[in-house]
């Protein structure tokens, strides 16, 4: 798991909204994938579609050897009242400092109290978790009963 890469995607994204964009590209990773994925099933971007450097298929198109330099993610993204519905992404675990919070931190998070150096949720953020389990939402983690290390922050 490439935190670096990570935070690359959350700066990319950032500026994109600051610009007012309708649609990005991101690199294809399974990670990045899998958050777009939760960022898309939350509600902070409109669609994910995998395309390439010149823009979104039409149709499908397999990634092989030959053009998996070329391939890209394309998200839409939201807005409401002309200001951007995901505004700030933020790295919780860095490359340098991973941390893995338990059960019993999420929830203290979940209820708006820091543990450990991570704050609290506040309403309209989410928190992603990378689990063994895959990537989920703090409080869809908080459902299954399991812990993780949080990944980013967005609101």
């Not at 990319?12 to 991101?26: D, E, F, M, P, W």
């Not at 050897?65 to 505004?87: A, E, F």
Request: aromatic content about 6%; overall charge positive; proline content about 5%.
């Amino acid at each position: 798991m490439s935190l670096v890469l990570l935070a690359n995607v959350c700066s990319h994204l950032q500026n994109v909204t600051k610009a007012r964009l309708g649609a990005t590209s991101i690199p294809v990773t399974k990670q990045i994938l899998a958050v777009a994925l939760v960022l898309q099933r939350e509600g902070f971007i409109s669609s994910v579609t995998r395309g390439d450097v010149s823009g979104p298929d039409s149709k499908y198109t397999p990634t092989t050897t030959q053009n998996i330099g070329k391939r890209r993610l394309w998200l839409g993204l939201k807005y409401y009242d002309n200001t951007p519905v995901m505004s700030k992404l933020s790295l919780i675990s860095k490359p340098k400092q991973r941390t893995w919070l338990n059960l019993q931190e999420l929830q203290e998070i979940a209820d708006g109290k820091p543990a450990k150096f991570v704050k609290g949720l506040v309403p309209g953020e989410c928190i992603i978790l990378s689990t063994d389990q895959g990537l989920f939402e703090l409080r869809e983690a908080l459902e299954r009963r399991i812990g993780g290390q949080p990944l980013l922050r967005v609101s």
